[in-house]
């Protein structure tokens, strides 16, 4: 690191930064079924810490019983749902500029990490729905120097010693650290700690705001 330079290391959400917004192929089921936009979105905000969705990204349950779990949480809030349907959809479609940042970001020496919060399902951390699809996700995964997976490690952003765990594989502090993630209740620990945290809306957005912190020009 030069003198001049103030960050370190760059890390990454997955879902809905490096790839679209899962809520986007969320909106479209729920389309597609004749449900309430935002649905899913709200099916997970209700006991945030210990509903399906959480305790099967801690892998704390399998599919089968994220499956008949998330079902009963839907119909209580007066839907017909399985959890089963909610997965088919979960892989997002990578934004290739993101993946070009990684590479320049990488080329100007900036450590690289990816905290991500996924589920035990599909092909690999990506959480794709074919083997083709999971080597694409799994040669992005290798430009990160580590990836937390929130299914491995039975910690789930928001929380907090997420955060820190990254910090100590990469070796730097949380202020030598940016973070990227599109929920504001994950940027919030991250900032907490001393992280700039950048609340991803687009990938045009999360690049623009990621080389003005930087001083560093980004592919578009």
Known sequence: MTAQRRFEAVIFDFGGVITSSPFEAFNRLESDRGLPRDFVRRVNTINPDSNAWARFERAEIDAAQFDRLFAAEAQALGHALDGAAVLAVLAGAVRPAMVAALDALHTAGYRLGCITNNVPTGHGAGMARSSDHADAIEA?????????ESSKVALRKPDPRIYTMMCDRLGVAPAACIY???LGINCKPAAALGMHAIKV?????ALADL?????LALPA
């Open 140 to 148: 992005i995964f290798a430009r990160f120097e580590h990836v937390i």
């Open 211 to 215: 080389s003005a912190a930087l001083g």
């Open 201 to 205: 809306t687009s990938g045009a957005q």
């Open 180 to 182: 990227l993630d599109d």
